[in-house]
């Protein structure tokens, strides 16, 4: 399996894994999508940071597997957010999302960040989401009641980086 910055070919793939996750909105994969747009259309910014994990390394049948997107929090000193990943549900449970999300905390780190931040929902639905980040060392630091909408909150997970 191989990480790798996003080309602009991969944007049909992200888009597939979006809707085939199966637990974003029309309206969530359509915001994902745009951060997908703006970090391909101005990188230089640096705003939104995009990798995509492709498998296998090489070869006809080699094919982007998850993605992720965070970038540097504005205003802040060292703090990162993750704003997005997601993995093919087919190849979910091979560790993919564990690759891509160390691959970020790696890289916030070579960036000098010492916070990785997650904001998330609480919705049923996201159940395995949340325990994938509680497993991953991620502490569950902040959590507003009907946020998105009734009885659908949101919350806000933190990772301290150690360099």
């Known amino acids: 399996m191989k990480i790798r910055p996003i080309h602009s070919r991969d944007r049909n793939r992200i888009h597939e894994i ?3 996750v199966g637990i974003f909105t029309e309206e969530e994969v359509k915001s994902a ?3 997908v747009d703006l970090g391909l259309e101005h990188p230089e910014r640096g705003e939104y940071l ?4 492709e498998s296998p390394d090489s070869g006809p049948s080699r094919m982007v597997q998850g993605y992720v997107c965070y970038g540097p929090t504005p205003l802040t000193d060292g703090v990162f957010d993750l704003y997005w990943i997601a993995v093919d549900p087919a190849r979910q449970g091979e560790g993919i999302g564990q690759l891509l999300l160390r691959f970020v905390e790696n890289e916030v780190r ?10 998330t929902s609480s ?3 996201y159940g395995a989401t949340l325990r994938f980040y509680q497993r991953s060392g991620y502490e569950e630091i ?3 009641k009907d946020f998105y909408r009734i009885e ?4 806000v997970f933190c990772k301290k980086l150690t360099p």
């Open 18 to 20: 979006l809707r085939a």
């Open 33 to 35: 999508m745009e951060l």
């Open 50 to 53: 995009l990798a995509v994990l």
């Open 110 to 119: 070579r960036q000098r960040g010492r916070m990785l931040l997650i904001e």
């Open 123 to 125: 919705k049923e639905t």
């Open 142 to 144: 902040s959590r507003i």
């Open 152 to 155: 659908d909150d949101k919350l």
